[in-house]
């Protein structure tokens, strides 16, 4: 079994999308579970290195943020911010509003909509998402007076390493946590003005995180099989495949980081 933090089979259906948290067709959702063994496995290599909680994660691929979400609520005690990016303009509305989840005025906003939703239609669905709305309220009123959790969204271009460097301005980022597009679903989006390479668009985007991580930083990418996760300048920590999908965890190699 791929899994060696979260084993157990829970029931996230309070977490699922389209319920309480927003989703679209064309923006794809992690799994819950999935996204929550990339997390916990990156917080164990951060550990090896005597690294620990809360840390800020970042997503340069963040899509409709519902993973970062979901990941805010279950694992709420070991981040400190949350940041995504990403090239469409429609993704980071979705995104903004998945991440206000993570405050008490923006699930009060959603229980208020489904309540509307509720009256004008009447439908079951309307009826489970308004209880597994008042579920996560009370989790995140607990969880706020533990500390708060920045939430941080920009636009742009995952593979443009001088746009991430610009954007983040030096703020340090402990965990790259990103489901690269694929499928038929979701796709890269790369500039018809960007420069010619020879790496691939998840090639792309490792060298541009090269500009904005550190030595510590552990890269935790998502992908279908048909995608290679390999860079010259980092080293594998950890890999798993599950289904379709292949997962890796990386970490820059110090040389390039200090001669960045």
């Known amino acids: 079994m791929p899994y060696r933090f979260a084993t157990e089979r829970r029931d996230y259906s309070d977490y699922a999308s389209g319920r309480v948290f927003y989703g679209l067709p064309g ?14 496995r990156a917080l164990a ?8 909680s809360p840390c800020t994660v970042y ?3 963040c899509g409709g943020a519902y993973h970062l979400a979901t990941l805010g609520y279950l694992h709420w005690s070991d981040i400190d911010a949350i940041i995504g990016s990403d090239v469409d303009e429609e993704a980071l509305s979705l995104a903004q509003r998945n991440l206000d989840l993570l405050t008490p005025a923006g699930i009060e906003r959603r229980i208020a909509e489904i309540a509307q939703m509720s009256a004008a239609y009447g439908k079951p669905s309307h009826a489970e998402a308004q209880a597994s709305a008042e579920v996560l309220r009370k989790q995140l009123l607990g969880l706020v007076e533990e500390h708060t959790v920045h939430c941080e969204l920009f636009r742009a271009d995952a593979t443009d390493g001088q ?5 983040l301005r030096g703020r340090p980022v402990d965990i790259v946590l990103t489901d690269v597009p694929y499928g038929r679903r979701s796709g890269w989006q790369v500039p018809p003005t960007a420069p010619a390479s020879s790496l691939t668009p998840a090639g792309r ?3 541009a995180l090269l500009s904005v991580i550190s030595p510590s930083t552990v890269i935790a990418v998502v992908a279908d099989k048909q995608q290679s996760l390999a860079h010259p300048a980092y080293r594998r920590l950890g890999r798993f495949q599950l289904g379709d999908r292949h997962v890796v965890w990386l970490a820059a190699q110090e ?6």
């Open 27 to 40: 923006f794809p959702a992690l799994p819950v579970r999935l996204a929550g063994e990339m997390f916990a």
């Open 45 to 52: 290599f951060r550990a090896a290195q005597s690294l620990y």
């Open 59 to 61: 997503d340069p691929c």
């Open 163 to 167: 746009a991430l460097q610009t954007k």
């Open 205 to 207: 985007m490792l060298e």
């Open 255 to 260: 040389y390039v980081i200090m001669n960045k």
